[in-house]
């Protein structure tokens, strides 16, 4: 008899689509510093994102998402969306969202903060600190 399966202990990938993979390997690459370990183009390319995998996936057409695809929880917002922001990321303001000079929105009655930017295609992401 075999053991259990428990998906609960299995690695995550993520994903996430571009239209144009050279300038996708230059944002996820150069602007946010992640390692690409493999380019299996034309089907993926592959990086590392503190030990997930993230397949950024060729699509011949992109419909983003209206809502953050991928976001990474840091450990001082502040620091992070400054270095972001020299990088090159521009972030993202949002109407009745009080965010502050750096883009970041405080949760209501939370010490939650979050700022949210877009790759070139248009996919949203977030930086977040709990």
């Known amino acids: 008899m075999s053991e259990p399966f428990d998906l609960a202990q299995q690695p995550v990938v993520a994903f996430v689509a571009t239209c144009d993979a050279e300038r996708a390997r230059k944002f996820y690459g150069d602007t946010l510093g992640l390692r690409l370990v493999l380019d299996q183009l034309p089907f993926a390319l592959v990086f590392d994102v503190g030990g997930t995998m993230l397949r950024v996936t060729p699509a011949k057409e992109l419909h983003p998402a209206g809502y953050t ?3 990474w929880q840091v450990q001082d917002i502040v620091h992070a969306a400054k270095a972001l922001e020299e990088a090159g990321v521009r972030f993202e303001r949002y ?6 000079e750096l883009g970041v929105w405080t949760a209501p009655g939370s010490a939650a903060k979050v700022a949210w930017f877009k790759d070139p295609d248009g996919n949203i992401l977030s930086i977040t600190q709990h």
């Open 69 to 71: 695809v991928l976001g």
């Open 95 to 100: 109407p009745g969202l009080e965010q502050d």
